[in-house]
């Protein structure tokens, strides 16, 4: 097995609970907070799919990102900063975001998983061996690293809704 399919296979897992955990939510259970200290599932799903799309776009191929190209930005209100992915939002911007619709909220999901697969689908091993300079810092960091935090970053963020559609409603996320 490839590691490029490890990679893949984590990333679909998660993707497919991610996926069973929106069925039946609805936009205001989406946008429901726990608590102020707590991030809500339309958050969440928001940032883990600018964290891929940051990471795979912009660093990995030094390609535009869909958030922009897309237009996505406009759909959820937002400025085009390529940077915003959530990243180090305080406790009180985090309360005052305002989450788009369901709808738009899963057709970027669905948009970033697709051009995640590509991406993976073309990359073998010995890519994973290159490296890319990642700014703030503009250290070189191995493109099999990069991809280890993106997968750590997914699976956490995905669990993170799974445990919330289910404390709000049931289970049904099951892979």
Do not use: C
């Not at 608590?35 to 799903?45: F, P, Q, R, T, V």
Request: charged share 25%; hydrophobic share 40%.
């Amino acid at each position: 097995m490839a590691a490029t399919d490890v990679i893949s296979t984590s990333l679909e897992r998660n993707w497919g609970m991610v996926d069973r955990a929106l069925e039946g939510l609805d936009d205001a259970i989406l946008a429901r907070q726990p608590n102020e200290d707590s991030n809500s599932i339309a958050w969440l799903l928001w940032h883990m799919n600018r964290v891929v799309d940051r990471m795979v776009n912009d660093r990995l191929q030094s390609k535009p990102q869909i958030w922009i190209e897309g237009g996505w930005h406009q759909r959820f209100g937002m400025d085009g900063d390529g940077e915003t992915t959530g990243q180090g939002m305080t406790k009180s911007e985090t309360a005052v975001w305002k989450p788009p619709t369901k709808e738009v909220l899963v057709g970027y999901f669905e948009a970033v998983k697709t051009s995640a697969r590509e991406y993976l689908s073309a990359l073998d091993d010995e890519g994973l061996e290159g490296s890319i300079t990642v700014p703030p810092a503009n250290e070189a960091r191995a493109i099999s690293d990069m991809l280890g935090v993106l997968v750590y970053d997914n699976i956490t963020h995905g669990g993170q809704i799974a445990y919330l559609r289910g404390y709000y409603q049931g289970m049904g996320w099951f892979v």
